[in-house]
Nanobody, 120 residues
Framework: QVQLVESGGGLVQAGGSLRLSCAAS????????MGWYRQAPGKQRELVAA???????NYADSVKGRFTISRDNAKNTVYLQMNSLKPEDTAVYYC??????????????WGQGTQVTVSA
């Protein structure tokens, strides 16, 4: 079993910054990709940013230049530094771990979500 525990969400004014963290724990050998998704009320869940174990990154166009994803493979932790936040960034942010290799499967896992609210 693999658990993803997120932290760092909250309320911030437009133009401010937040840093999200997500730590993976449990019984596994390694994780291929880790990423952040978000879901605003009435909208579909969308990819925000992702990073592979080798450090390759992918960002949604809406966050390029403002958000930075990073990863500590030794700690199985992924971070999302969010700068210049806008009200439209308000959403529940979910951590995702893909290609999680254990002795019995290669799986995909989600965190419980953390609320990010940006006030105008």
């Amino acid at each position: 079993q693999v658990q993803l525990v997120e932290s760092g969400g909250g309320l911030v004014q437009a133009g401010g910054s937040l840093r999200l963290s997500c730590a993976a724990s449990g019984s596994f050998f390694d994780i291929n990709a880790m990423g952040w998704y978000r879901q605003a009320p009435g909208k579909q869940r969308e990819l925000v940013a992702a990073i592979t174990s080798g450090g390759s990154t992918n960002y949604a166009d809406s966050v390029k230049g403002r958000f930075t994803i990073s990863r500590d493979n030794a700690k199985n932790t992924v971070y999302l530094q969010m700068n210049s936040l806008k009200p439209e960034d308000t959403a529940v942010y979910y951590c995702n771990a893909d290609g999680v290799r254990s002795s019995w499967r290669v799986g995909n896992y989600w965190g419980q979500g953390t609320q990010v609210t940006v006030s105008a």
